[in-house]
């Protein structure tokens, strides 16, 4: 039962980042963003959630770079669960352990995705082009909110590189059933007309 729970989160997220690889990628002499989203935070250093998305950042930045193109990360995210604003954890973190160099910039005002878009949008809407950076799932919700706010910035939007086979494991089958639930109820409401 757990390895078939494993097996499915897997597939699901490997599907939501297939999914997302439809979109244009980065090309040489673009200006980007790359907007990591801050999870729930209690302590004052980055927990396994932050990392991974602040990793899958610095990934998709490096490989924007090989593209040709420039790259400013954006971490987003207040202090919902804790005495630091996400943000500044995941700025920490991509600065000190990641060592990235490039622009870095922090929002820290957010307590949901929908803020965390709404939020960043003066920060990214100059940008040639934009990246979520959290799992495929998570990343899917707020390329529909950026939609959602800011239709004309919607195809600015790429993929990040938010997927690899073993990474977060044992995570993935939570995050699977909880980003499917969110995305239907998103999807629904744009269905419904709400």
């Given at each position: 039962?757990?390895v078939?729970?494993?097996?499915?989160?897997?597939?699901?997220?490997?599907?939501?980042?297939?999914?997302a690889?439809?979109?244009?990628s980065p090309?040489?002499g673009?200006?980007?963003?790359v907007?990591?989203l801050g999870?729930?935070?209690?302590?004052?250093?980055?927990?396994?959630?932050n990392?991974?998305?602040?990793?899958?950042?610095?990934?998709?930045?490096?490989?924007?770079?090989?593209?040709?193109?420039?790259?400013?990360?954006?971490?987003?995210?207040?202090?919902?669960?804790?005495?630091?604003?996400?943000?500044?954890?995941?700025?920490?973190?991509?600065?000190?352990?990641?060592?990235?160099?490039?622009?870095?910039?922090v929002?820290?005002?957010?307590?949901?995705?929908w803020?965390?878009?709404?939020n960043?949008?003066?920060?990214?809407?100059?940008?040639?082009?934009?990246a979520?950076?959290?799992?495929?799932?998570?990343?899917?919700?707020?390329?529909?909110y950026?939609?959602?706010?800011r239709?004309?910035?919607?195809?600015?939007?790429?993929?990040?590189?938010?997927?690899?086979?073993?990474?977060?494991?044992?995570?993935?089958?939570?995050?699977?059933a909880?980003?499917?639930?969110?995305?239907?109820?998103?999807?629904h409401?744009?269905?419904?007309?709400?």
């Open positions: 039962m757990l078939a729970a494993l097996i499915w989160g897997e597939w699901v997220h490997c599907s939501a980042s297939r999914t690889r439809r979109l244009p090309t040489a673009s200006r980007g963003a907007v990591p999870f729930g935070n209690r302590a004052g250093r980055p927990n396994a959630v990392r991974w998305r602040a990793r899958i950042a610095v990934r998709t930045a490096r490989q924007a770079e090989e593209f040709g193109a420039t790259v400013t990360i954006i971490c987003s995210g207040g202090a919902v669960h804790g005495p630091q604003p996400e943000a500044v954890l995941l700025r920490r973190y991509i600065v000190g352990r990641l060592r990235w160099r490039g622009p870095i910039q929002e820290r005002d957010s307590s949901s995705t803020e965390n878009v709404r960043v949008l003066p920060l990214i809407e100059q940008s040639d082009w934009i979520f950076a959290s799992n495929g799932l998570h990343a899917a919700k707020a390329r529909v950026l939609a959602r706010q239709p004309n910035l919607a195809g600015r939007l790429v993929p990040a590189d938010d997927y690899r086979l073993g990474e977060m494991t044992w995570m993935k089958p939570l995050f699977a909880v980003g499917l639930a969110k995305l239907r109820a998103v999807f409401v744009e269905r419904s007309g709400d």
